[in-house]
């Protein structure tokens, strides 16, 4: 204000930039946010009686994220919904996901199928929709169990766990210290997975140590830091699991541009794409993964089958999910989709994801 | 840097130098404490733990320490015209995924094309923040935090869900960040140039002076005859190509590029630029200074890492540094003024 007060000369072109500046800001911002906001939304008008959809990812523009929705997409087309769209934010921060629930409610979509970035936060907005008579399917990561009628999990959560410890434990012989670099210290699915391999390294690989847990927070810089310091601080670290994508990428290659390459042994959960030049240098012998877009295929016909009212979400519901076959509704309102798959230098070629 | 004593009544642009010997003109050096602590803090983490200094632990230093001495470099030219560029961070974003893109679009483009082609698109976007602070007179705090998320909005419209990894990119450009000479990155090799031509402009040619002037008393310096909107948006620009650079380099290091890149980074570089001793306000400080902030600040973390110490503590031992720095740098002040006083008095 000042700073205008103070310098009034030639006020008319002053103001002319100012306002080109304004309009060029306010322009560029609204192309910005419409194309993050609303990714893959298949047009159709939503009158009389049709059914809507809404995926609200726990991130935008994260490529495992874009390979779940793009099978939601397909599902949602599939199983019979007039419109479906994503919205979501473009940090995965715990409160992020709120203000987007509280939009989908207004709008009266039927259902919003979401992945929590936190288990609570998002609680007492789901509930709002859910008055508003939306149905939720959480997937990915669920929230708590009170906030949503079904969640669809990608596999059962110990197998995950148990797929990786059995890698690492193959790649450094059974014995020696390992670590752990997880996405953010809240991701209810990463604590789940990290829980379990606790258990399942003390009950049944008595040699191997896990040494530490740290937090990359699904950002590169961040995770590949978090990778170095691991190697650091525990000189003796014959191993890392990391059971998310951006994680084990960004260790893949700091370990592949280090003396460490082909020494300390890296296995989680990787995307085939991303992890294919690591597989090749020999940075990484075997990850795992599940087929991501049956993830939010499946989604979309747990939706159509809760707005339909042929399911509740009890346990023993049983639903069709197209091309994949009927599906169970288990223990707690989870659906299993499938088994994970290990890629390995041999198959890594037939996947593109 | 060198600071020579002057006879009485000859008139020096450098604030530093007045009637002193050349030990205690040492001892003022604003990046001492800063120097000082570095030194501390490694040797302290290579007692404890002796891998901090084996040769892997050194590259990681030196390469963690790369892209943000570069961008310290740049925002301390800005900040020492009394502004600010909040926006690097998006900049970076913006020409790392511009880079990545690049090789793909252009296979076998010649290296050397892409850090130009680099430079030249930050130019571009340093020059938008400098037009804006300039022409619009809006306070750079304003204007940069507008342009940090537009800028992240172009980026975020122009990758969606697209990224680019080390493996579209050719070995060699990778290698700048794998590859040593006498232990030193490539990557870091070019970041002590950019340093180094930076702090020799800064304190050797008038226009450089000039900047000084302008963040002292931009009032003063325009009636003085300093071409202050000229040099305001030449130091945008400047900073502009370095954060340019440092987006190529980011793209050479790390291992994929996207909507997100180089998301926070502008607080940890105006942080450096700060625990440099680089006055927020302005009309001190220098680049050699920012640069090693910014080599403190990457230190500490990787030393807190290699000691074990909890992620927690290392941001708060940030923060203390950061108010260190301000008060430190406050007495200076104090001090400067009071002996400009006294020396003032005498020299009637």
Redesign the interface.
């Known amino acids: 204000m000042e700073l205008f007060a103070n310098r009034a000369k030639r006020p008319g072109v002053r103001r002319v930039v100012s306002a080109a500046a304004l309009i060029a800001a306010v322009a560029l911002v609204a192309t910005g946010c419409a194309s993050g906001g609303s990714t893959g939304g298949s047009s159709g008008g939503g009158g009389g009686g049709d059914q809507t959809i809404t995926f609200i990812p726990k991130q935008l523009n994260n490529p495992y994220t874009d390979v779940v929705l793009g099978g939601g997409k397909d599902g949602a087309k599939a199983a019979g919904f007039s419109k479906s769209q994503v919205v979501g934010p473009l940090d995965a921060s715990a409160s992020s996901q709120v203000s987007f629930i509280n939009a989908e409610t207004q709008a009266g979509t039927n259902v919003i199928v979401i992945a929590a970035n936190d288990p609570d936060a998002v609680c007492s907005s789901l509930k709002e929709a859910r008055d508003g008579g939306a149905k939720i399917v959480a997937f990915d990561s669920d929230t708590n169990p009170k906030c949503r009628d079904i969640f669809i999990s990608q596999v059962v959560a110990k197998d995950v766990a148990l797929i990786q410890t059995k890698l690492i434990s193959e790649q450094i012989g059974g014995s020696g210290e390992i670590a752990i670099l997880s996405a953010t210290a809240n991701a209810t699915n990463q604590n789940e997975w990290i829980k379990y391999m606790e258990e399942d390294l003390k009950a049944n690989y008595p040699n191997i140590k896990l040494v530490s847990t740290v937090y990359g927070d699904d950002d590169d810089t961040k995770s590949f830091q978090e990778a170095q310091g691991l190697l650091q601080a525990y000189p003796d670290l014959k191993g890392i699991i990391s059971p998310t994508t951006v994680g084990i990428a960004a260790t893949a290659r700091y370990l592949s541009t280090s003396e460490y390459k082909g020494k300390v042994a890296l296995t989680g959960l990787g995307l085939p794409n991303e992890m294919r030049p690591f597989v090749k240098d020999g940075t990484v012998t075997a990850f795992a993964l599940w087929d991501p877009a049956q993830l939010g295929y499946v989604a979309a016909f747990a939706g159509k089958a809760l707005a339909d009212g042929d399911i509740t979400g009890k346990k023993g519901d049983k639903f069709k999910a197209g091309d994949l076959g009927e599906r169970t509704v288990g223990e707690g309102g989870t659906v299993i989709v499938g088994p994970p798959t290990t890629f390995t230098t041999d198959n890594i070629d037939d996947y593109d994801f | 840097m060198t600071t020579t004593v002057h006879p009485t009544g000859t008139d020096s642009p450098r604030p530093s130098s007045g009637r002193r010997s050349p030990l205690s003109a040492i001892a003022h050096l604003r990046e001492l404490p800063v120097l000082l602590a570095l030194v501390a803090l490694i040797l302290v983490t290579w007692l404890i ?1 002796p ?2 200094l084996a ?3 050194v ?2 230093i030196l390469l ?1 320490a790369t892209i943000v001495i570069i961008l310290a470099a740049g925002q301390a030219i800005v900040i020492i015209t009394r502004n600010v560029d909040l926006s690097v961070g998006s900049i970076l974003g913006l020409v790392a995924f511009g880079t990545g893109s690049l090789f793909v679009a252009v296979p076998g483009i010649p290296i050397i094309v892409v850090i130009l082609a680099g430079m030249l698109f930050g130019a571009v976007l340093g020059a938008i923040n400098g037009l ?1 602070v300039t ?5 750079a705090l304003v204007i940069t935090l ?2 940090l ?2 800028f ?3 980026n ?2 122009w ?3 697209t ?1 680019f ?3 579209d990119r050719p070995q060699e450009f ?1 290698n700048l ?2 590859d040593t000479v006498l232990g030193f990155p490539l990557i870091t090799l070019i970041a002590i140039v950019v340093v180094v031509i930076v702090a020799v402009f800064m304190s050797g040619t008038r226009s450089g002076r000039d900047l000084y002037a302008i963040g002292s008393d931009p009032d003063a310096a325009r009636v003085f005859g300093v071409p202050v909107t000229r040099r305001v948006l030449f130091a945008f620009v400047t900073n502009g190509v370095l954060a340019g650079l440092a987006g190529v380099l980011y793209t050479s290091r ?3 590029v ?4 180089g ?1 926070g980074l502008e607080l940890d570089v105006v942080a450096a630029a700060v625990v440099g001793g680089v006055a927020i306000f302005g009309g001190s400080g220098s680049v050699i200074g920012a640069a090693l902030g910014a080599l403190l600040l990457t230190t500490i ?2 030393a807190l ?4 110490v909890d ?1 927690f503590w290392q941001q708060a031992i940030v923060g203390l540094l950061i108010l260190a720095a301000i008060v430190i740098d406050r007495i200076a002040a104090v001090r400067t003024a009071r002996r400009l006083r006294v020396s003032e008095s005498r020299d009637v």
């Open positions: 733990n891998l901090f040769p892997q632990g590259k990681d963690n804006l022409l619009a007179k809006v306070p507008g342009t998320y537009i992240r909005g172009l975020n419209a990758a969606g869900g990224q990894f080390a493996d990778g960040s794998v790390f291992n994929s996207g909507a997100t890149t998301t973390t990787g890492t290699a000691v074990r992620k």
